[in-house]
């Protein structure tokens, strides 16, 4: 950080003392990386069939992007050929109900995989959710997430990418390698963090702390 950031920085801290800091670009240009595993998101309606009607979700800790956690509260989900149980729910509730889920899991439940966004739930496919008072049956929600790269819209000017743009991200060590067709989510109110699933993260032997860099296509 240069003087005039470092003073830019202070300046702030003292007209808005209750502001949180931004998480800045780091100066070696680096971005870390988030590990999901299979999880679910629930809508108040399908959390109030689940487990009952008012039911509020129960904190366990927070995650790297701001206002989001991880509860308490699990559920099984259940295809055509199979069932797999402990999905994390995450929190808050949203409108509608969304289940990200790894590739290899299509072929144990007997569903397709459809390779999205999160929030891009056109044409994905149904599943049955079961929970602890109650079950649930949805036509569609069900995605193996995309990776991408959360950032906020000054990051993206710093790294010289903006939202929606598919880059690379490049992984050092002895099982590093390059991961192509990475989205940038440039969004208000974001924690800068790479997101990956287990199986990725898996294949190039890829640990909490790990970081990559982006590699313009």
């Known amino acids: 950080m240069d003087n ?27 971005i870390p990386v988030g590990i999901s595993n299979r999880h679910i998101h629930l809508s108040q309606q ?74 891009d739930l056109q044409d994905t496919p149904g599943i049955t959710i079961v929970g602890p008072s109650g079950s649930l049956e949805i036509d569609k929600g069900v995605i193996v997430a995309q990776r991408h790269i959360h950032m906020l819209p000054e990051d993206a000017g710093r790294f010289g990418v903006q939202d929606g743009e598919v880059v690379s991200i490049a992984f050092s060590g002895k099982r590093g390698g390059v991961l192509n067709n990475v989205v940038i989510r440039a969004k208000a109110n974001s924690g800068l963090e790479c997101h990956i699933d287990t199986e990725e993260a898996n294949a190039l032997g890829v640990i909490p702390g790990t970081k990559i860099t982006i590699k313009k296509n």
């Open 46 to 119: 399908a959390l109030d069939k689940l487990f009952g009607p008012g039911y509020q979700l129960t904190k366990l800790k927070d995650l790297s992007q701001p206002g989001q956690y991880a509860c308490k509260e699990t559920v099984m989900i259940c295809g055509p050929k199979g069932m797999i149980g402990n999905i994390r729910i995450l929190g808050p509730v949203r409108p509608e109900t969304q289940i990200e889920i790894l590739q290899s899991d299509t072929f144990k439940l007997g569903i397709p995989g459809a390779l999205r966004l999160s929030g």
């Open 4 to 30: 005039y950031d470092e003073l830019l920085s202070v300046l702030l801290e003292r007209l808005n003392p209750g502001m949180p800091a931004t998480k800045k670009v780091p100066e070696d240009g680096l």
